[in-house]
């Protein structure tokens, strides 16, 4: 089959590509969060059905935009939990029978059990929010996980997967963009996809991250470097060609080479599943989105910036959280405390 050309051709400055920035790139501006206030009036817990509850908790979800795959879970576990022990309203809910519920799960992992109890408190948080709950019993309720720390992916690998890419293809040339914002800028690989144009501000090279596409709803702005821009910009102008040609009508930076969006109904994009398969194809260990968005992570950390940025730039809710992704071992603990000395 021969080769198609024209529309999937990219001419690029291939010099613009490389990991580290060649100037003295800024720390992360963070976006500040407007305060949310609850004043909702207490209700008597007593008179509410569970299944009724789940209904108001799963329309309030919706609107803040949290993720159709992810609401179905939440109600596919809290589902369970209530018939699994037998409860029909709020009331019944008990830090007794949430241990009764975990108790029954002889044959799943801790890390599961801790996922499944995460997943009732995230859905008992929001009743007590709604002022059904007076206090909320159910934080006390922990289960012990050895946690396995997972590494960032190594730069040296990310540079040999640069240089082996084909940026003289749609293909290539996008997901070659795609790496270097996950490296650069540290977001996710769903926020990837729903990435748009008005989300760029070339004026002033700064990465604008409104709150409905990202996890934790928070806004957030991001600077990129020159080079960055560059390639973003003619990455905009391929992607012009490629939707006239398939006559797609959207606004996202990076698509398909049918001009739709990388995002899908799978928990893993067009992006994400590139990574997967250049890892297996050129034998690179820990290459995926979230890997990169560790080393991220630790690169900021290197350049300085204190965990209290670096947790605002990944967008946590929880500095805990972000001390996991850096992945600090003995040696560097100790070297960084003397210099406290």
Same mark, same amino acid.
């Given at each position: ?8 051709? %990219?001419? @690029? ?5 490389? $990991? ?21 009036? /207490?209700?008597? @817990? ?15 979800? $919706? ?33 007794? !029978? ?11 992992? /801790? ?9 009732? !408190?995230?859905?008992?948080? !929001? ?32 540079? %040999? ?76 102008? /391929?992607?012009? &060609? &490629?939707?006239?040609?398939? !006559? /797609? ?25 590139? $990574? ?30 204190? @965990? ?21 071992? %003995? ?11």
């Amino acid at each position: 089959m021969t080769k198609r050309t024209g529309i999937f051709d %990219v001419n @690029v400055n291939n010099s613009l590509i490389q $990991l580290s920035n060649t100037n003295n790139q800024p720390l992360p501006e963070i976006q500040p969060r407007p305060f949310t206030h609850y004043s909702q009036p /207490q209700q008597n @817990v007593q008179n509410i059905p569970v299944k009724s509850a789940l209904k108001v908790i799963t329309q309030q979800m $919706l609107l803040n935009g949290m993720r159709e795959r992810t609401i179905t879970d939440y109600n596919y576990q809290f589902n369970k939990f209530v018939t699994d022990v037998k409860i029909t309203y709020l009331h019944e809910i008990t830090k007794e !029978k949430i241990y009764e519920w975990l108790s029954m799960m002889n044959s799943v992992s /801790q890390v599961t059990k801790l996922n499944r109890l995460k997943t009732i !408190k995230a859905i008992l948080g !929001k009743c007590f929010e709604n002022g059904w709950y007076h206090f909320n019993f159910w934080k006390t309720i922990q289960i012990k996980v050895d946690k396995k720390i997972k590494k960032g992916a190594n730069e040296n690998d990310l540079s %040999v997967l640069l240089s082996l890419l084909d940026t003289s293809t749609f293909v290539g040339f996008r997901d070659t963009v795609a790496i270097l914002v996950l490296y650069r800028c540290g977001i996710r690989s769903n926020t990837l996809g729903l990435l748009e144009e008005k989300h760029l501000d070339f004026t002033t090279n700064t990465l604008f991250l409104s709150g409905d596409i990202m996890k934790s709803h928070k806004s957030l702005k991001l600077p990129i470097d020159e080079q960055l821009s560059e390639l973003l910009k003619q990455l905009l102008k /391929q992607n012009e &060609i &490629i939707k006239k040609h398939y !006559k /797609q009508n959207n606004n996202y930076v990076f698509i398909t080479s049918t001009g739709r969006t990388i995002n899908g109904k799978s928990p893993s994009n067009s992006i994400a599943k590139q $990574l997967y398969k250049y890892a297996k194809k050129y034998e690179l260990k820990n290459i995926s989105s979230h890997a990169i968005r560790r080393s991220y992570a630790k690169s900021l950390l290197n350049k300085g910036a204190s @965990v209290a940025v670096i947790s605002k730039a990944l967008g946590h809710s929880d500095l805990a959280v972000t001390t996991q992704y850096l992945d600090l071992d %003995v040696e560097e603990v100790s070297d960084t405390l003397r210099s406290f000395l």
